[in-house]
């Protein structure tokens, strides 16, 4: 079964600095997508950076870029110089790839951001 | 360029009431999905449209929940004889029809039920 795990419940970072958010992921699936979303106290989860399983390089999105290490399983995201309006939930997913499940995204349980000044 | 809309974005309801949804997606999106998203954890997948058609349902949490998306434009997605259990965060989200691994989804803010 496929899986998203987020071991890092809150993280702390100050402004300007560059925080990673870890995730690690497990599937039997040769062919698979891993997204990352940003979820602010106001509800809506936004998009933002895609990594494709075959893509050699690793997707890079302005100040945030995705750490693929296929090997591994993992899919950490970077933040760059961290600003106060990244406090925010992330979370880590996985396209579902199931005939029964069309293209459903499994989520992870998501890590805190906080960005202090 | 309108992302996805939901509506209401709260609701209170006592238990046993039934209650619906809207969720109307960005215009040229075919595929539509409904979450739930309880405190403290991501989405949980419930059920997905295709234009019209409803492709999985088999994860919708019992019976007394379902969905419908009639013309293919906007969704509802109605509880009947609402528990307390019920109460979380209902995300809609749309994707164009791509290629398969890129359809991202677009997510709308949410409708948040609380059941007494």
């Known amino acids: 079964a496929q899986k998203i795990t987020q071991t890092q419940p809150g993280m702390f970072v100050q402004e300007k600095e560059a925080v990673t958010l870890d995730c690690t992921y497990d599937t039997s699936d040769q062919s698979y997508g891993l997204f990352w979303y940003k979820q602010p106290s106001s509800g809506e989860m936004i998009f933002l950076i895609y990594q494709g399983s075959y893509d050699e390089q690793n997707a890079t999105e302005g100040r945030y870029s995705l750490n693929f290490q296929k090997a591994r399983k993992s899919a950490n995201l970077v933040i760059s110089a961290s600003q106060l309006g990244d406090s925010a939930m992330y979370f880590c997913a996985m396209r579902e790839v199931s005939n029964q499940a069309g293209t459903a995204l499994i989520f992870g349980k998501g890590t805190t951001l906080s960005v202090s000044s | 360029d309108t992302g996805v809309s939901q509506n209401p974005r709260h609701k209170i309801t006592k238990r046993g009431q039934n209650v619906t949804f809207r969720c109307d997606p960005i215009s040229e999106h075919n595929r539509l999905y409904w979450y739930r998203q309880t405190l403290g954890q991501g989405p949980e997948f419930l059920t997905y449209?295709?234009?019209?058609?409803?492709?999985?349902k088999s994860r919708l949490l019992s019976d007394r929940f379902s969905a419908e998306r009639p013309k293919g434009s906007f969704s509802t997605l109605e509880i009947q004889r609402t528990e307390q259990g019920d109460s979380a965060m209902y995300l809609c989200a749309s994707s164009p029809l791509t290629r398969l691994g890129t359809d991202t989804q677009y997510f709308g803010p949410g409708t948040r039920l609380t059941v007494l």
């Open positions: 449209f295709q234009n019209e058609a409803q492709l999985e």
